[in-house]
């Protein structure tokens, strides 16, 4: 949290939503606090801990490292590691998940997403690099597809992808997101045949 002076002595939510409120991507928090699941700040890369141990201290009384843990990076699936002295803190980002529905993807790559709540489209997402991109691609062609962008350090981008369920009630009829998205999927179809 920059030059301020940290003050473990409240609540991890008074701490969280001070953070928030200051327009932080992060907060600060003590080693000890950390569990297995949460967010934490690896080299640059926001990581979810998969592993914490807890080590001896160094040879000959003095201080070695103590906690090492490791995590998976957000957006690349990568495995991170680092270590630290249990005393220390540890920068926590805030990372948000939040799913829509491609409405057109352009051979370039760029991306017209929807989020289903609202009917708000956005087109500032790029069509993940590697495996994903191309699974994506090929699915697309077939299906419609929801994707799960992650956001978090000042930097978002697609992380998963899967099938749309259609129903098969009456919601495509009854349902105004649902109408909305078929006429905005035909109007993309019809401009791309024509």
Not at 66 to 77: I, Q
Not at 98 to 126: C, P
Request: with cysteine; charged share 30%.
């Amino acid at each position: 949290m920059g030059q301020d002076k940290l003050n473990f002595d409240r609540p991890e939510e008074e701490i969280i939503a001070e953070a928030k409120e200051r327009g932080y991507e992060s907060y600060v928090k003590p080693l000890p606090w950390l569990k297995v699941g949460e967010f934490v700040t690896i080299g640059d890369h926001p990581c979810k801990v998969t592993e914490i141990t807890t080590g001896k201290g160094g040879k000959h009384g003095k201080l070695g490292y103590n906690k090492c843990f490791a995590g998976l990076d957000v957006f690349t699936g990568e495995k991170r590691e680092t270590h630290s002295y249990e005393y220390y803190s540890i920068s926590v980002p805030f990372v948000e998940f939040k799913e829509y529905l491609i409405i057109n993807l352009t051979f370039e790559g760029a991306l017209t997403l929807m989020d289903e709540q609202t009917s708000e489209q956005r087109d500032d997402v790029l069509l993940p690099d590697g495996e994903l991109g191309a699974q994506i691609r090929e699915a697309f062609n077939s299906d419609d597809i929801v994707v799960t962008a992650a956001r978090a350090c000042r930097r978002e981008a697609i992380v998963k992808f899967r099938r749309k369920i259609i129903r098969t009630s009456s919601c495509h009829t009854l349902c105004e997101p649902c109408r909305e998205y078929q006429t905005k999927k035909e109007m993309f179809l019809n401009d791309f045949v024509n």
